[in-house]
Every structure is written in C-alpha cells, then in structure tokens.
C-alpha cells in the first residue's frame, strides 16, 4: 500500500526540519529569525489541522513569549557584557553577579526566539509526521537507537499530560507550591511515572518484535560498532559544522554517513537485517521539487554566512549595534514555503 | 535445550523469580503446561505474581526484567533463556494492560502492519493480513482512525489484531478489559473466545472479574500471595476456591448448595429452573436521605477546548449517599468529578460543594472538604514512606484530620506504613491513596474507578470502608464500572451518557432494567434482585 497523498513523503519533511532549523542554529540575525519564524508558522497553519492537541494561536504567543523571557533572564544575568549598563548586581553573587546590560537583554530575545523556533519545527513535525513513518527510515542495523527515540519522542506529550494529572492530584490534598522544596511532591511522581511508561512502552515495542532479524539476513560482529562509530562521527559533524567548523563538520558528517550506510549494506549491495513496509512512502515529482528548493535555500544561507557573516549572525557585544537587513537572504527564506501549496486542499482552504 | 512441542505449547519447569529490587522471590518453583488451543484464565490477589507469570511467557522476564531466575520456560519448544523476546514474538503475542503504552502508529492499519514489517512480511501478504485482523476483530470501520481517538474497547481490539497479525500460536493478555465499560470488555472477549475455537489459539489471559471471563475458560489458574495455586478445570477450581473469592454465580450456587456450579447465565438458568425451592422476597430500595445537599451542579456545562463533554447537567447529591456514577467510556463520569473538585470551570452552570460555589474556590481550598483520588493513585505518591504520605495530607489541613494509624487500621494497611507506596502492588497502592485522602477526614469523597487491580477480598474491604464512611455522613461519589460492587454498596446509581444523566435512582431500580449494567445474579432472577445475598439470604 502507498502512502496517501494527503502526507508528504517522511524524508521531505526531514529535509524541511533540517533547512527551516538552520539560520535558528547558525546565526542570531533578528530579520533572519524573523523570516523564519514566519515562514515555519505559515506552513503550520496550512499543514497543521485545527485541535491537533498542538500549540496554536494564544497558546503559539504565550509560547513565544515563555522562551524569551527565560532567554532574557539567563542571558541578562549570566552575560556581564556589553556598553549599555542598565543595573550591576553584587559581584560577589556567583553566575550572576556582575552588570547587566541592554546587550545581553537583546541576544537574550533572539536566542529565546531560535530556541522557539526549533520547537515549533519539532512540534510542527511531530503533527505531520507519526512515530511509526520516523522509525521506518531507520536502518534495522540501528533499531536500538530508534527504540530509545520512539520512547523519548512519545515521553514529551505523555509527560505534560502527567505532569498536569500529578498537579491536580496534589492540589486536591491541599498542596500549593510556593518555593523549590514545594516541587517534590510533582517530580518524584513525574519522574518515577515517566520511567515506568518509558519502561511499559520499550517492553511493548520489544515485543512486538522491534528490531528482529529477518530470517535469512545475515549478520557479522563489525556491524554494530562500525553503525556506533558512523552515527558518532555525524553527530560530531552537526555539531562541528554549527559551531562554525563548517569544512571539518561536512567532512566528518559524509564520513559518518558513509559508515552508517555501510553497516546496513552488504558489499554485493543487499540490505542486510530488512525490514519491509506496508505503507511504502512515494518519492514523487512534488517532494523532488520541495528537496530542491529547500537545497537551494541551504546553499543560499551557507553561501551568504560565508560572503556577509553578518547577515545570518549578528554579535551586540561589545558595542550594541543594529543588526543587518540581508535582501538576498530574506528573498530565500520564501524557499522554507514550498510545502504550503503542497498541503492537501481542505487544509489550504481553512 | 530445545525440545519438539507443538508451537502453542507452553512449559514451564521448575519456575523461580525474584525481581532485581526485592527479597523474595515473585515465582517459587512454578511447574506448568498450557496445552496447545487451551484458553486458560490465570486469577489470584494482588502480588500473588500474574503478570510475572505472564512475562516470563515472552522472555520479558528475565530479559528485559533483570533479577535472578532459575528454571525453564519452554513455548513451542523454544527456550525463552536463550530466545530473545522480539524473536519470541513470532510464536507469542502479547497485549498488556494499558492499550495506550503500546500502540505506537497513528493509523489502525499501520499498527496492525507493524509487527509485520518488523519480521520483513513481504508486502502482499502483508495487506492480506491486515484485511484478516480488520475483519476478525470487526474493526475494519476503523481502519484510518487515529488510535489515540479510539474508545477503550475498540484500542484494546486494536491491540489484539496488532498481536494476532504475526500469527502467533498463543497469544498472552493481561488483564486487558480492566479499564473497560462492560461493552468494550464484552467485545474484547467475544474476539477472544473466536479465535480461540476457529483458530485453535492458545489464550493466556489474566483477569480479576472472574465474572467476564471464567465461561470462556478451558482452565482456570488461580496463584495465591502464599502457598501453591489451584490448577484445573474452572468448575473443580471455583468449587475449591475461598466463598470470599468467588465470581457471584459461583457464590450463588455455593450459597444455595447446587451440585454443579454455574459457569455462565445459561447454565444458571437451568440451574435455577431445576431448584424449586422458593427464593425470598427481593428487598427494596432505602429511600433517599433528606436534608441540604453536599454537592450541586446546576445546568453544568464543561469539556476539553471547544468540546462539551457535559452539557446542561443538573446534579445533587446528599451527606450518607454513596452515588455511583455509571456509563460507557467517555460518558463524562471522570470530567463530573473533576468538576465538582474544581479542575473544570463550568461554561455556563454553577457547582456548589458543602454550600459554596466553587467558581470562585482554587482546588487546594476545596481539599479541606473535599477528598479525590484520581483514576491513577501513583500521581498522588511521593513520600518515601506511607506514613510521610498521611503526614503531608495532615500538614496541608492544618494538623486537623483522623489519626493515620487508625485510617492504615482500616484499610488494612498497617504492615505497609513504613514502605515506600510506589513499590506497593496495583491493589495496594489503590488504598494508600485513599489513606493519603482519607486522612484529612473529607466530607466530600470523590473516587475514580478506585477498584481498578483489585481482587474481591480488596474489593470486599473497600466497600466496607466506604459503607463505613457513608454511614458516618460523608457524601460519596464513585466514578466505575465494577456492577457487581455498585449492587453491593451503592445508594444511588447515575448512568451518563450524551452529556446527560440519561437514569438516576436507586441501584434496584436502575441495575435491575438494563442490558448492559445489569449484575449476574439480576440476569438470573430478574425483578429486584441484584446479589447472591439477597437470594441466599444473610
């Protein structure tokens, strides 16, 4: 069975994450977090349908302004930098003591709203996507790592929920919390409910045969470590890349890649541990479209960071300046678009 | 060691477990065999080792469990020991407790076809099974629904299909109708009982209410806390088993002294045909208590975002009523009583508890008065010890409140006062959060689905609690489905639907003129009667 067509194909909406998560991870420019935050909830409102039990509306708002005021405040009293001095804290205080400055404030409004933007990326694709299209595109060689990401992905909602379940139920005994020793009676049952449904939904997954060698695949004891050492390398190579390391991090990331696509891959080219699909996604002419603007929006933004550092990042320390309005990038941030006249025509019309 | 078994064989041989974190072991010394196409019903008080029992079936324990096992369990001739659980998963299919935990897929079909793609089924029989699941388990009306939008009933058949697609020669339940209303569990059962005899299935399945399941039974397992179980036929077991923990056909025919014990309603219909001694009067409704009431919701409307679960609801109860409030899943039982706590805020309608309108009351004032035991106690459990946990509740009202040893006295608790709750069994937990509520001597007690895990004695003891705490002026409001409790120790029974009280009236009244929330014995004898007592007499 294909997979409707009412979906994208899972990897196009990986693709998407990845583009639409780039300018919030390499660079601080206000316009450029600006445009993104706009282009990644216009797709929202088009792919996202109404009572999805996801942030919309108000509750995107009070979303918004939860991450900046905790990015003002972290920034604003552990940062000490800056020519715009609003109130000095005792420096004796440790962390935080030192002056507090307009520029700290600042980078601490753009951090929290990149911050916002990755979680509105992640829950966008946490509606649009389900668990189960993610964990198809894992390798049956690396099975256990998605299992554990099966059970963090389905941790997040099942932890609001519980945690508004244990609030209430502390409240009914009479319980107000006032200060931090007030939060045990909500953490430990958070966290010892959170391990047992972690441990429930493992067991189920592990029963259900998640991770089972197929009959016939073979196998061979380097796999598992050459997998390991393929999914560390391109981790090292995100992270490297993001911190600005970007030739080091591109290399390692292709190097990693390659491990990992040789630990599932025998040399004649069959796959080894298979795992078949029921709903098979469709890589079709639309999704070819979305990679290739989405890959020229990349290209774009890399290329501009490179040329003009400020156009994608903007740096308020030591003097507070105005950032800078970048045309051409703003001009490709409309590229973070191509799902929206791709989302099925109810959710257009709405 | 493998061995030749048929493939829905189960074997256990000399069977011993202790979980990684306790002194004593779950399983001592277990021997076992479960025949191939048997339907055997494992039953037994809280702790007595179920769901150990049932895990060691699919290797879960000791593979996933840690501790030290000694012994060997053999299914269809593979060692669990040396079979990991995923491969075990071809011969064994397993369904747990809570639907929720392991549906993993956001379609019916994708979570029917997951098991499947795990085992690399080639796709065309992969469709072709899912056609089959979807129709054997009548869920083909569900097939692109999201599973979390299901009812309780059609998840857990969902879950069912999802295990039933690998074809596994047995398949292992536990105790998978116990958040159910009687429909869902109805329709879970009767899947179960057809597979069983089209398909030769082995069915292992665990189970408190011996009253849904003990028909269907080829055996019947009942573990005890201490001591060797009984094993055997279900009619030979229930005639061996204590009166307190018998389903109550089997109580009334042990009751009345009748040679066979009734299994199922056809069988106690004969029963009673060939008994012509007469049976005393059914006895009548108490009349409702008088005075103010407690609780009062007037034109109530309350619900999650735009959707009103309770619409226009007009309600009162009174101090000494026990009124249980009855329907099928979704019917709004648990939203009335987070209503009245004050958790939802009426949209239009006014609630007003012990005369005082509680829109204007945060839940943590209401608490004084109010007690709430939530449909999962472990939200309530934080203390290292039972006895902290009383503390808390105690401190919170101002020091004013029962004596803890008294209400650990009364619900039977005295021996676990110094143990941490969370390592306390389903049962018992069910009853530390009472103690933890209880404690603050409520006027109010809201309870939601408390019997969730129990066995009858617990249950037995429950009732006697809450008649107790009735008796003494508190107003009781008891979210379930458990009929046969409600028969028992009810006042007044609301059954809810369509945002509604759709009937409202004693429990004679309302248990004695309905299909669903009818008890055993009322579908035997009709009329007023609801318990064995009231044929029996005493």
Known sequence: MSDDRSSLDPRAWLLWAIAAGLVPLVGRNPFALAATLLAVVAVRVAWVPPGSGVYSGVGLVRLAAAFAAVGVVFNALTVHAGDRVIARVPDGWPVVGGVVTVNAVAYGVVSGAALMILVLIGTTMSVVLDLASLLRLVPGRLAPVAVAGSVAVAFLPQTATALREIREAQAARGHRPRGARDLV?????????????????????????????????????????????????????????????????????????????????????????????????????????????????????????????????????????????????????????????????????? | ???????????????????????????????????????????????????????????????????????????????????????????VGFVFQDPEAQLVTGRVEDEIAFGLEQRGVPAPTMRKRVEEMLDLLGIAALRDRDPATLSGGERQRVAVAAALAVQPAILVLDEPTSQLDPWGAEDVLAALTRLNDDLGLTVVLAEHRLERVVA?????????????????????????????????????????????????????????????????????????????????????????????????LDFEARPGELVALMGRNGSGKTTLLRAVIGFHRPEPGRISVLGRDTARLHPADLARDVGYVPQQPGTMLFAETLRQELAFTLKHHGGRGRDPEAVLRQLGLV???????????????????????LVGAPRVLLLDEPTRGMDYARKRELGEVLTALRQDGVTILMATHDVELVARIATRVVLLGNGGVVADGGPRAILSDSLAFSTQINKLYGGRYLTESDVVGG
Request: charged letters at 20%; hydrophobic letters at 45%; glycine letters at 12%.
């Open chain 2, 216 to 312: 269907h039974a080829d055996r019947l397992r009942v573990l005890a806390a201490d001591g060797p179980p009984l094993d055997g036929p279900p009619r030979e077991i229930l005639a061996r088993m204590e009166p307190g923990a018998l389903p109550p056909l089997a109580a009334l025919g042990r009751g009345l002294g009748w040679a066979v014990l009734p299994l199922s309603i056809k069988e106690g219909r004969a029963c009673v045909r060939a008994d012509r001694r007469p049976v005393p009067p059914a006895p009548t409704d108490a009349p409702p208590p008088g005075g103010a009431p407690s609780v009062a919701l007037h034109g109530v409307t309350v619900g999650y975002g735009r959707r009103p679960v309770l619409r226009g």
């Open chain 2, 1 to 91: 060691m493998t061995a030749t078994l048929p493939a829905g064989e189960i074997t256990l041989r000399d069977v011993t477990y202790r979980y990684p974190d306790r002194p004593e072991p779950v399983l001592r010394r277990v021997e076992w065999t479960v025949g191939e196409g048997e339907f055997v019903v494992v039953a037994g008080p809280s702790g007595s080792g179920k769901s150990t029992l049932l895990r060691c079936l699919n290797g879960l324990v000791p593979q996933f469990a840690g501790g030290r096992f000694g012994g060997q369990v053999l299914v269809g001739g593979d060692d669990t020991r040396s079979s990991a659980t995923h491969v075990l998963g071809r011969r």
């Open chain 1, 185 to 350: 009676p909500l953490l430990v049952p958070l966290l010892t409910g959170g391990l047992e449904r972690a441990v429930t939904t493992a067991e189920a997954l592990e029963a259900r045969g998640f991770g089972a060698a197929v009959a016939g695949g073979r196998t061979a004891p380097w796999r598992g470590p050459v997998a390991a050492l393929g999914l560390a390398a391109s981790v090292s190579g995100v992270f490297s890349a993001i911190t600005g390391h970007a030739t080091l991090g591109l290399v390692a990331l292709g190097g990693g890649v390659g491990l990992l696509v040789g630990s599932v891959r025998d040399p004649g080219g069959r796959t080894i541990a298979r795992r078949t699909r029921y709903r098979t996604p469709r890589w079709s002419a639309r999704e070819t479209a979305l990679a290739l603007a989405l890959a020229v929006f990349a290209a774009l933004v890399l290329t501009v960071r490179a040329v003009d550092p400020g156009a994608v990042g903007w740096e308020p320390y030591p003097s507070l300046t105005v950032p800078r309005v970048s045309l051409p990038l703003l001009a490709a941030t409309f590229l973070l678009l191509a799902p929206v006249p791709l989302a099925p025509p109810a959710r257009v019309a709405r």
């Open chain 2, 415 to 437: 021996h676990a006062a110094d143990r941490n709750p969370r390592d306390l069994s389903g049962g018992e937990r069910e009853r530390a959060a009472l103690a933890a509520v």
